[in-house]
C-alpha cells in the first residue's frame, strides 16, 4: 500500500535551519508529482512546496520564496524540504503529499520555531 513517512522536525530557534525528508514506498516514486504542505493550529492546510515528477519544475508558496528549497532523488524514492531563515510563522505541522493513488498524504511532522 502508499506509504508516506516524513522525518526532520523539530524545534528550532528563529534564523536556524531544518530538513525534511519524505520517504514514499508502495507506489512508483519518480512518476508522480510531490508537495509539501503545511498546518498551523486553527488554520488551513497550504501547499509550501511542490516539485515535478523529474525535479525539473518547482512552485513555492510566496511566503517561503528564497529561504526553502524543495527536490527529490528518485533512486532513494525521497523528497526534501529544505528549510533556512526559519520564522516562527513557520511553526506547523508540515505533511508530504504525493499524487498518486489519487492523492495521499504522509502522517505529519511537527516544526517548531521558537526561541
Known amino acids: 500500500q502508499v506509504q508516506l513517512v516524513e522525518s526532520g522536525g523539530g524545534l528550532v530557534q528563529p534564523g536556524g535551519s531544518l530538513t525534511l525528508s519524505c520517504v514514499g514506498s508502495?507506489?512508483?516514486?519518480?512518476?508522480?508529482?510531490m508537495g509539501w504542505y503545511r498546518q498551523a493550529p486553527g488554520k488551513e492546510r497550504d501547499a509550501v512546496a511542490l516539485?515535478?515528477?523529474?525535479?525539473?519544475?518547482?512552485v513555492y508558496a510566496r511566503s517561503v520564496m528564497g529561504r526553502f528549497t524543495i527536490s527529490r532523488d528518485n533512486a532513494k524514492n525521497t523528497v526534501y524540504l529544505q528549510m533556512n531563515d526559519l520564522e516562527p510563522d513557520d511553526t506547523a505541522v508540515y505533511f508530504c503529499?504525493?499524487?498518486?493513488?489519487?492523492?495521499?498524504w504522509g502522517q505529519g511532522i511537527q516544526v517548531t520555531v521558537s526561541s
Open positions: 508502495g507506489f512508483t516514486f519518480r512518476d508522480y508529482g
Open positions: 503529499k504525493t499524487s498518486a493513488a489519487g492523492g495521499f
Open positions: 516539485i515535478s515528477n523529474t525535479g525539473r519544475r518547482t
